[in-house]
C-alpha cells in the first residue's frame, strides 16, 4: 500500500449561499478507483483526496489486491476527519462503495489508530451530479452529465491530462499487478488525480444551479459541525412543516412538545439515530407563513426575504416552497434546539 501526497494550490468555488449551508465545516474532494461497479464482488484499488485548506492531494493505492482491507483503512482515516466530501455521483456510488467495502472488510482500521465504531464515513455528501442533474438546465442542454462532459462545458479541457476511462484504469491496474509496469500505475495515479483536481475546479458548475432548491430535495448539515447532524427531508403537512433527518455523529435522546413558549414538537432517537421537528406555519389565503419571533429567532437574519415582515417568513405561495426560507429556517431552529438542549446539560 502506498501513500501518496503532493501539493496542490487549488482554492474551491466560494459563495454565500454554500458558506450559509457549509461554512465552519472541513470540506475535501474525493473519487475512488474499484475493479468494478459491484461493491459486493469488486474491490477498492485507489483513493485519491483533495484537502484544499491545507493544499494537499492524497492518494491511496492498494498496489496489491490483497492490500485493500489496508488501503481502505488508510482511506477512510483520512476521509472521516472531513465533515463534507465534493463528489460526483458519490450519492450512488463511491460513498456506498465504501460503505460495503468497509463492512466487508470486517471495519478495519490503520494499526495503531482508535477503533472505529461507525460506518465507513458520517459526513455529508455534496454530490454535483445530482445538483446539476435534479437543478440545473444542463439535462436539457448537454448530451450527457459525465463528469468530463459537464468540465468541456464549463471551459476545463485544458486542465485535464489524462484521456482514459474507469474501464482502461481497471485493466491498466491488472496490468500493473501481473507485470509490475510502472507506466500503468502512473497512468492509473494520473487518470484518479486528474478527476479530483478537476472535480474541485468544476464546483464553479453550482453557479448555473438552484442550490437553494437542491439542498431543500438533498438535504443539509445543522447544528454544530461536531455533531454530523444532517436534515434529510423537509415537507409541509396541513399546518406543520416537518424537517426529518439523522444524527450522524454525537447522539442525544430528546422528546419534546415545545421549545421555550414555541409549541415545536421535537423527538432526537439516540438509538436509532434520527430527528424529527414538527414546526407550527399559518395558512391563509393560499399562503403558508412561520412566527419567527414566537420561535426566537433573530429577526435580523430573515429582513433579506421579501416574504418576511412582522416577524412572520412566509414559506410557501401559490408558486410553491420558498427553499431559501424554509432551509434557513430548519437550519435555524435545529441551531437553537441544540443551543438550549446544550445549556440544559450545563445546568444539570
Given at each position: 500500500?502506498?501513500?501518496?501526497?503532493?501539493?496542490?494550490?487549488?482554492?474551491?468555488?466560494?459563495?454565500?449561499?454554500?458558506?450559509?449551508y457549509f461554512g465552519g465545516r472541513s470540506v475535501c474532494v474525493?473519487?475512488?478507483?474499484?475493479?468494478?461497479?459491484?461493491?459486493?464482488?469488486?474491490?477498492?484499488?485507489?483513493?485519491?483526496?483533495?484537502?484544499?485548506?491545507?493544499?494537499?492531494?492524497?492518494?491511496?493505492?492498494?498496489?496489491?489486491?490483497?492490500?485493500?482491507?489496508?488501503?481502505?483503512?488508510?482511506?477512510?482515516?483520512?476521509?472521516?476527519?472531513?465533515?463534507?466530501?465534493?463528489?460526483?455521483?458519490?450519492?450512488?456510488?463511491?460513498?456506498?462503495?465504501?460503505?460495503?467495502?468497509?463492512?466487508?472488510?470486517?471495519?478495519?482500521?490503520?494499526?495503531?489508530?482508535?477503533?472505529?465504531?461507525?460506518?465507513?464515513?458520517?459526513?455529508?455528501?455534496?454530490?454535483?451530479?445530482?445538483?446539476?442533474?435534479?437543478?440545473?438546465?444542463?439535462?436539457?442542454?448537454?448530451?450527457?452529465?459525465?463528469?468530463?462532459?459537464?468540465?468541456?462545458?464549463?471551459?476545463?479541457?485544458?486542465?485535464?491530462?489524462?484521456?482514459?476511462?474507469?474501464?482502461?484504469?481497471?485493466?491498466?491496474?491488472?496490468?500493473?499487478?501481473?507485470?509490475?509496469?510502472?507506466?500503468?500505475?502512473?497512468?492509473?495515479?494520473?487518470?484518479?488525480?486528474?478527476?479530483?483536481?478537476?472535480?474541485?475546479?468544476?464546483?464553479?458548475?453550482?453557479?448555473?444551479?438552484?442550490?437553494?432548491?437542491?439542498?431543500?430535495?438533498?438535504?443539509?448539515?445543522?447544528?454544530?459541525?461536531?455533531?454530523?447532524?444532517?436534515?434529510?427531508?423537509?415537507?409541509?403537512?396541513?399546518?406543520?412543516?416537518?424537517?426529518?433527518?439523522?444524527?450522524?455523529?454525537?447522539?442525544?435522546?430528546?422528546?419534546?412538545?415545545?421549545?421555550?413558549?414555541?409549541?415545536?414538537?421535537?423527538?432526537?432517537?439516540?438509538?436509532?439515530?434520527?430527528?424529527?421537528?414538527?414546526?407550527?406555519?399559518?395558512?391563509?389565503?393560499?399562503?403558508?407563513?412561520?412566527?419567527?419571533?414566537?420561535?426566537?429567532?433573530?429577526?435580523?437574519?430573515?429582513?433579506?426575504?421579501?416574504?418576511?415582515?412582522?416577524g412572520f417568513l412566509v414559506v410557501e405561495e401559490q408558486n410553491?416552497?420558498?427553499?431559501?426560507?424554509?432551509?434557513?429556517?430548519?437550519?435555524?431552529?435545529?441551531?437553537?434546539?441544540e443551543q438550549m438542549n446544550m445549556e440544559i446539560d450545563e445546568?444539570?
Amino acid at each position: 500500500m502506498e501513500h501518496i501526497e503532493r501539493k496542490e494550490e487549488l482554492k474551491l468555488y466560494q459563495s454565500s449561499a454554500l458558506d450559509h449551508y457549509f461554512g465552519g465545516r472541513s470540506v475535501c474532494v474525493l473519487d475512488i478507483e474499484t475493479t468494478g461497479l459491484s461493491a459486493e464482488k469488486s474491490r477498492f484499488i485507489l483513493g485519491g483526496l483533495y484537502d484544499p485548506a491545507k493544499g494537499i492531494l492524497h492518494q491511496i493505492f492498494a498496489e496489491k489486491p490483497g492490500e485493500e482491507a489496508e488501503a481502505l483503512a488508510e482511506f477512510l482515516s483520512l476521509l472521516r476527519k472531513f465533515d463534507v466530501a465534493v463528489t460526483y455521483n458519490g450519492r450512488h456510488f463511491d460513498v456506498p462503495f465504501l460503505e460495503e467495502r468497509f463492512r466487508r472488510n470486517g471495519g478495519a482500521v490503520p494499526q495503531g489508530a482508535p477503533e472505529w465504531t461507525g460506518g465507513a464515513w458520517n459526513g455529508y455528501d455534496l454530490d454535483l451530479y445530482q445538483v446539476v442533474s435534479g437543478h440545473s438546465p444542463l439535462r436539457r442542454l448537454l448530451p450527457s452529465l459525465s463528469q468530463k462532459t459537464v468540465e468541456n462545458y464549463m471551459g476545463l479541457w485544458s486542465d485535464r491530462a489524462d484521456e482514459i476511462s474507469g474501464a482502461e484504469s481497471v485493466d491498466l491496474y491488472y496490468q500493473f499487478v501481473t507485470t509490475g509496469d510502472q507506466s500503468a500505475k502512473e497512468r492509473i495515479l494520473l487518470h484518479n488525480s486528474d478527476d479530483v483536481l478537476q472535480l474541485s475546479r468544476l464546483m464553479k458548475v453550482l453557479e448555473k444551479c438552484d442550490l437553494h432548491r437542491a439542498m431543500y430535495r438533498m438535504g443539509f448539515p445543522a447544528g454544530k459541525p461536531c455533531r454530523r447532524w444532517q436534515v434529510r427531508r423537509i415537507r409541509t403537512h396541513r399546518d406543520l412543516l416537518i424537517a426529518e433527518g439523522v444524527q450522524a455523529g454525537e447522539r442525544i435522546d430528546y422528546r419534546g412538545f415545545s421549545m421555550g413558549d414555541y409549541p415545536m414538537q421535537t423527538r432526537f432517537d439516540r438509538h436509532a439515530g434520527t430527528f424529527r421537528m414538527e414546526i407550527p406555519i399559518l395558512r391563509q389565503s393560499g399562503i403558508a407563513a412561520a412566527d419567527i419571533r414566537a420561535a426566537g429567532l433573530p429577526e435580523k437574519e430573515f429582513e433579506k426575504y421579501p416574504g418576511f415582515g412582522s416577524g412572520f417568513l412566509v414559506v410557501e405561495e401559490q408558486n410553491g416552497v420558498k427553499y431559501r426560507e424554509v432551509n434557513h429556517l430548519v437550519k435555524g431552529l435545529v441551531d437553537r434546539f441544540e443551543q438550549m438542549n446544550m445549556e440544559i446539560d450545563e445546568w444539570n
